[in-house]
């Protein structure tokens, strides 16, 4: 026999159970989270971020659309590009305090996070639109509504983790 048997048996766990895993796993971190008050604090913060934003994103898309006759869907994007600068700046200084780190990442991080809200928010504007027949700004203003959660947990948990 040879010294090259090993001499811990490893095995992995089926897919099933590291998903339940995982998510126990998630559960706990946000049971812990909610029962921080800097946490609740930061979410009404960022909730006031949220509101600017998107008070600049109806007001961009809404002069888009009815001013310049802009098709709803470019509307959209132009309308996200300029709510995103604000909303980093006012993220990054006050909802999450992280002047500290290095900026250019935390923009790129935050920028990415956005992108994936805002895709998310783009596929319901267009559903709105398209299949249901709603108002263009009305829809705009579900849509980014709908996508806020997303973007607080991706912000919170990656583009400006402490």
Known sequence: MSDSSPTTIEFELPLG???RHGVRRTHRRVKIG???PGNWLQLIRFG???ASGYVINLAVFAACVHLFSIDYRLAS???FLVSVGNNFWLNRHWTFGAKEHHPARQAIKFFAVSLVAYGFSFVVLT???DDAGMDKVIAQAIA???AMPLSFIGQKLWSFRA
Do not use: K, T
Request: net charge positive.
């Open 77 to 79: 994007v132009i309308a």
């Open 17 to 19: 159970a590291r998903m």
């Open 48 to 50: 006031a971020v949220g």
């Open 144 to 146: 980014v509504v709908v």
């Open 127 to 129: 559903s709105l639109v």
């Open 34 to 36: 909610v029962r921080h």
